[in-house]
């Protein structure tokens, strides 16, 4: 399916391709690492980390997945439009006006006016019950968390199915003690629900990080996100796997950016290029233009940055502008206007990663790829 817009798409310009068999193999290796007892809920919010969401959901779904989370109710409802059938875990907050429309779905809940509310309605909702062990932004803080469970039962019509937490520190760093912290803290909220006699069948703390690190964190469901897509969560996730589990785990990217070039021109040497006159050349210069900027998801931050054309690398001159970048071809010598051009992605061998789009950035791979503009084309290939 292709997303559209108010203004449409701009597929003649710039597009993503979406590698279908990487997004399978990245859930066939999850399903080998948490076994088949284990749910398997990828995270398709922020448009399925940029990939689509309801063709990245299909997909997912398809290679086994057994449940799907978003961020809003507007995300649940977009996928179950487009025929989902598995479980969908909203993970952002519904506004209390909205949750009569939310009932399909599962809700996640920190807060007593959301269980009053859905109480009010009183059609069978179920719900996953949000404990604080330490991120600090949503969750019952432990000492409010039993008086907040026995309010849920008071309300025949909810069904208080999971338990969820979130790690704060768990792919940033190689120590992972705060993490054992949080974990230390699940374990005690389920400790003090299962002695007040209340059993939660589903509880799920598991990121990407953790599920890949610590089959420990596995529970009953896992919630990878990035990984799902093929992308590492970072570094030391990367480093700390590496010491811990090598055990054939390999995930595949998923994304291309491509785009094709707009006019090449030969310039002559100590000429500026693009705003602000940044870059001046120092040899006459044969430029690509390629129609594409900021406003498509192309950081304007980026330095050192560079593309890839007929599988060469190219590096970017001047500023990124709101629709266009210029770069430099003079070293290639049979390129030619509407040549391929790939801005994220592999082509022969070279390769720009989102990581590496994100060290250009100042940023993470998980950014880069979300703020490729959801008007551009994701074509399945
Ligand atoms: C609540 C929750 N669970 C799981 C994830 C997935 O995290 P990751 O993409 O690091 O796997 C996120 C992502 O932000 C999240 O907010």
Known sequence: MILTTPIGIYQ????????????????????????????????????????????????????????????????????????????????????????????????????????????????????????????????????????????????????????????????????????????RRFHQAIDLLEKAGIHIPIKHCANSAATILFPKTHFQMVRPGIAAYGMWPSKETYVAFAKERADGFELKPAFTWKTKIAQIKKIPSGECVGYGCTYKTTRETRLAILPIGYYDGYDRGVHGAYVLIHGQRVPVRGRVCMNIIMVDVSDISDVKLEDEVVLIGRDGNEEISAELFGNWAGTINYEITTRVNERIERRIV
């Open 12 to 183: 003649e310009l710039t597009w993503v391709e979406i590698s279908k068999n990487a997004l399978v193999n990245n859930i066939r290796q999850f399903r080998k690492l948490v076994g088949e007892k284990v749910l398997i809920c990828p995270c398709v919010k922020a448009n399925a980390y940029g990939h689509g969401l309801a063709q990245t959901a299909r997909i997912f779904a398809e290679a086994g997945a057994d449940w799907l989370a978003v961020n809003a109710l507007y995300e649940a409802k977009a996928l179950q439009k487009s025929g989902i059938q598995i479980p969908i875990y909203i993970m952002g907050h519904v506004p209390l006006d909205s949750l009569e429309e939310a009932m399909d779905f599962r809700l996640v809940v920190y807060d007593p006016k959301t269980i009053e509310r859905l109480g009010e309605i009183g059609r069978p909702v179920k719900i996953h019950l949000k404990v604080e062990t330490g991120n600090n932004r949503q969750g019952v803080l432990i000492e409010n968390l039993l008086d907040f469970a026995q309010k849920i039962q008071n309300h025949k019509n909810i069904e208080l199915e999971g338990l969820a937490t979130h790690f704060a520190n768990i792919e940033d760093t190689t120590d992972h003690s705060y993490a054992e912290l949080q974990l």
